[in-house]
């Protein structure tokens, strides 16, 4: 994560990204702010595909087309399935890509034994989003509550943690039912957490 902030504060940009990993929530951050990067809030040369139907030839085919008034094309491609199967002819066509354009790979699984993992390995950069660890997710917690003028005991926070699981969309959601449901309260308590938040079964 540390390459990726660092490549999106610098500008120094690559042609080829990779996010891939269970922590969803980081995974669409980070794509959103690598496409803002990329090509702003250019419409007319960015193209969007999900899911395992995508014809590689069409993808090739427009990766190809010079972006219009523009320096660069991005492609974001996510959740198609070709890190485990039928990336080979993207894989090839990759090692001598047009310039002009970038690509922006968004994946749950990828299988890293697989020609299209290794060529973005080689040639791009691959950043795993792995479940964060729980001081991680105390951290990013309490910047929240800060950020929004509450406050909480260490006993609550874990307690909230408990409720909600380790995943980050489904943190964010529960507290900011919390945030709305203590907008004339400082502090949170252990009494507004079990009114307001649902218990995850993973949890």
């Given at each position: 994560?540390?390459?990726?902030?660092?490549?999106?504060?610098?500008?120094?940009?690559?042609?080829?990204?990779?996010?891939?990993?269970?922590?969803?929530?980081?995974?669409?951050?980070?794509?959103?702010?690598?496409?803002?990067?990329?090509?702003?809030?250019?419409?007319?040369?960015?193209?969007?595909?999900?899911?395992?139907?995508?014809?590689?030839?069409?993808i090739?085919?427009?990766?190809?087309?010079?972006?219009f008034?523009?320096?660069?094309?991005?492609?974001?491609?996510?959740?198609?399935?070709?890190?485990?199967?039928?990336?080979?002819?993207?894989?090839e066509?990759?090692?001598?890509?047009?310039?002009?354009?970038?690509?922006?790979?968004?994946?749950?699984?990828?299988?890293?034994?697989?020609?299209?993992?290794?060529?973005?390995?080689?040639?791009?950069?691959?950043?795993?989003?792995?479940?964060?660890?729980?001081?991680?997710?105390?951290?990013?917690?309490?910047g929240?509550?800060?950020?929004?003028?509450?406050?909480?005991?260490?006993?609550?926070?874990?307690?909230?943690?408990?409720?909600?699981?380790?995943?980050?969309?489904?943190?964010?959601?529960?507290?900011?039912?919390?945030?709305?449901?203590?907008?004339?309260?400082?502090?949170?308590?252990?009494?507004?957490?079990?009114?307001?938040?649902?218990?995850?079964?993973?949890?």
């Amino acid at each position: 994560m540390q390459r990726l902030n660092e490549d999106i504060k610098t500008g120094q940009l690559k042609n080829l990204y990779l996010l891939y990993g269970e922590e969803a929530y980081l995974r669409r951050q980070y794509r959103d702010r690598l496409k803002d990067a990329i090509i702003g809030d250019d419409t007319m040369n960015y193209q969007y595909f999900e899911g395992k139907n995508i014809a590689v030839g069409e993808i090739i085919d427009l990766a190809e087309t010079m972006p219009f008034f523009a320096e660069k094309r991005l492609i974001v491609l996510e959740n198609t399935g070709l890190f485990k199967s039928g990336g080979e002819q993207l894989a090839e066509y990759l090692t001598a890509q047009a310039e002009s354009t970038s690509f922006l790979f968004v994946e749950t699984e990828v299988d890293k034994r697989s020609k299209l993992f290794k060529t973005l390995q080689s040639k791009g950069s691959v950043t795993e989003f792995g479940v964060q660890d729980e001081g991680t997710l105390k951290r990013w917690i309490l910047g929240m509550m800060k950020k929004e003028g509450k406050q909480i005991s260490s006993g609550n926070l874990e307690y909230f943690l408990e409720k909600t699981g380790t995943d980050m969309e489904n943190i964010r959601k529960e507290a900011e039912k919390l945030f709305c449901y203590c907008m004339d309260k400082d502090t949170i308590s252990r009494e507004d957490i079990d009114e307001i938040c649902i218990k995850q079964l993973s949890s």
